[in-house]
């Protein structure tokens, strides 16, 4: 893929609260090294620490024996490889997902995998995101960022505060784009857009139809017509599956929490990527979101120029960064 510039990066760190603040659970070794420092080298991500299994991340999560004062993370990096007989990556996503304390915690397992089995097993237990990593150092240091701007000025975090938005309206540089040893997408991401406020939808449908990564599949007007569209019941019966579903929370006849429990719980549907899209900035949605098994919660920007450079990270971090389930 081509890299893509962006215009409307945000431009300095003091235009928000702080830096995620991130556990990474990753085996040690050369790449972990390699990824320790490509993260640490970014302005936006503040490491807590680092752990080597799966033991010592539940215990540190836990608050456990040294970890009784650990301060809780903003976000789970995860790798599935972990060089152990303890537990395996996934066993330590499920047993996130499966404790009510830790659940609505966002993990994105980042490992040399590329394999759709574990991609379609990432998203079905819960993961917000997968990520292949890529080789060498400087590739590492060019997803850190784009992962970390996304993270930190497009998707709102547990208890991370509110994002203060006081972008530079002129301000213009070239965005990190693609990495410099690989491609990651050939293909635009499809989407299905649920969103019953009409203003809302079209904005969207113009910022999406501008994108050369982002595929515009359907606006459903409300739960029960997403529903039936990811079902391809009635004049569905031929819609494509979409690669991620952006989602709006307050909508008649069916709320979109419903619609975010329904494709979770549907084994045909639950590894489809959800993203909730929403005037909301309340802790409780942001919660309910993440425990829910939402990939990210973004709070919708006020304004078209806002709305384009949410956009922008938005498709560089699903497309650029992140592998996504392949449509079938």
């Known amino acids: 893929m081509t890299p893509t510039k962006n215009p409307f990066r945000f431009s300095t760190i003091e235009d928000f609260m702080g830096p995620i603040d991130i556990l990474l659970v990753a085996s040690s070794g050369t790449s972990t090294d390699e990824l320790h420092e490509a993260l640490a080298s970014s302005k936006w991500i503040r490491l807590l620490r680092r752990v080597p299994d799966g033991a010592e991340a539940m215990a540190y999560l836990r608050g456990e024996g040294e970890y009784a004062s650990a301060q809780r993370p903003g976000l ?4 599935i490889d972990l060089d152990t007989d303890v537990k395996h990556g996934f066993e330590i996503l499920y ?3 499966e404790d009510p304390e830790l659940r609505p915690l966002p993990v994105v397992v980042l490992t040399n995998s590329s394999l759709e089995a574990d991609v379609l097993q990432t998203y079905a237990a819960g993961a917000c995101s997968f990520i292949s990593k890529p080789v060498g150092l ?7 960022e784009v992962f970390a701007e996304y993270w930190a000025m497009v998707s709102e975090l547990p208890n991370h505060g509110r994002l203060l938005r006081h972008e530079q309206q002129g301000t213009e ?3 990190v784009g693609g990495f410099s040893n690989s491609e990651k997408r050939a293909a635009p991401i499809n989407i299905l857009l649920v969103d019953d406020n009409e203003d809302d939808a079209v904005l969207l449908e113009v910022v999406f ?3 050369p990564v982002l595929n515009l599949l359907h606006t459903a007007k409300d739960g029960f017509e997403a529903m039936a569209y990811l079902q391809r019941e009635g004049k569905f019966e031929n819609a494509r599956r979409p690669g991620l579903i ?3 929370i307050n909508m008649p006849r069916k709320h979109g929490f419903e619609v975010l429990c329904e494709v ?7 590894d489809i990527p959800v993203v909730m899209m929403t005037s909301s900035k309340r802790e409780s949605d942001i919660l309910q979101a993440y425990s829910g098994g939402a990939c990210s919660f973004i709070a919708k920007p006020v304004d078209f120029e806002r709305m384009r450079r949410v956009a922008d990270h938005f498709a560089n971090y699903w497309t650029q960064v992140v ?3 392949q449509p079938v």
């Open 76 to 79: 789970v990096l995860l790798d």
């Open 95 to 97: 047993e996130i997902k």
């Open 138 to 144: 400087l590739a590492l240091k060019e997803l850190a």
């Open 173 to 175: 540089s070239a965005s």
């Open 209 to 211: 139809r501008d994108s």
């Open 246 to 248: 952006l989602l709006d």
């Open 264 to 270: 979770k719980e549907d084994p045909k549907l639950r």
């Open 323 to 325: 592998d996504v389930p």
